[in-house]
């Protein structure tokens, strides 16, 4: 059920791939609130995912892009403004990416030329994306801009590898970027850290089962979903939020603010008590490795 709480606002949508994407669901409830916005991915996204699709059903277009490139977001931009015919109200940068996650390359045996590649995709293109919209002077007043964070900003989780410094990275440059755009152009930007969530990209990171598991045993309320992700970004997207800026806003069910929770506490008893036997995790970990 929508609210109309973004009813006549535009805004810009990167990353939605599929129907699993957090971006996807963003997309369909910015449509139900009222929103008009267009699509951007990658090339290759586009032609392996849905979002043509999603551009279909709300008669909109996607306009391809690879947002470590400058000219090709100035074409999402020039598109975006011609198609709406003035400026927008809201930007989503769901983007991100680690060639070094993909290739199991432990942190302290980095590539260093996929680091630079996973800074570039998942932190800079944020700091691009935001330098073409002042460029353009593309944003009202009072609009709003969110980027998809993470708490390995904050926290070192295994395997997470060199998107925690990414994340890091997303982060000051809403800070860094928030307070500019804020002085001059009552622009408001910030970034949600989410529950981990079964994504595309997400759901094909070793171990990303265990970590789903462990951080809904530990977050009160349990993960966050993409669709409660979806209705918290409509919150920051709409005018209810408008002395919100510059910062980094945890969606995470309460995990963030964990220590132990009496249910993660069980399961590492448990394994304690059969720390000999195949069942145990533990064991099954150090095997694999």
């Not at 806003?249 to 448990?270: I, V």
Request: a negative charge.
């Amino acid at each position: 059920m929508g609210y109309n709480l973004l009813k006549g606002k535009k805004g810009i949508i990167f990353g939605a791939l599929n129907e699993k994407s957090i971006a996807w669901k963003v997309a369909e409830r910015c449509h139900e609130e009222g929103a008009e916005f267009t699509l951007s991915n990658t090339p290759i996204a586009i032609r392996m995912g849905n979002s043509s699709e999603l551009a279909k059903q709300f008669d909109t277009q996607v306009i391809p892009a690879d947002a470590t490139k400058v000219e090709d977001i100035e074409n999402v931009f020039k598109g975006t403004l011609e198609q709406f015919n003035g400026k927008i109200d809201f930007i989503l940068h769901s983007i991100g990416m680690s060639p070094n996650v993909r290739k199991r390359k432990p942190y302290d045996e980095l590539n260093y030329d996929f680091f630079q590649k996973t800074l570039d995709i998942s932190a800079l293109s944020f700091h691009k994306v935001l330098q073409t919209a002042k460029k353009f002077d593309a944003i009202n007043e009072w609009g709003s801009v969110i980027a998809l964070s993470y708490i390995a900003a904050q926290r070192t989780l295994f395997e997470y590898n060199d998107m925690a410094d990414a994340k890091a990275a997303l982060e000051s440059i809403a800070r860094s970027f928030g307070y500019i755009y804020g002085r001059e152009k009552k622009i408001r930007i910030n970034t949600i850290s989410q529950s981990p969530t079964p994504t595309t990209a997400g759901s094909g990171v070793k171990g990303f089962g265990g970590l789903l598991d462990f951080t809904e045993r530990m977050s009160p309320l349990g993960n966050a979903t993409a669709e409660e992700c979806a209705d918290y970004c409509v919150t920051l997207f709409s005018d209810l939020t408008r002395k919100i800026t510059m910062q980094n806003l945890y969606h995470d069910g309460g995990f963030s603010s964990m220590g132990m929770s009496y249910r993660a506490m069980q399961m590492y008893n448990k394994s304690l008590e059969c720390k000999d036997c195949k069942e145990n995790p533990y064991n099954q970990e150090l095997e694999e490795e």
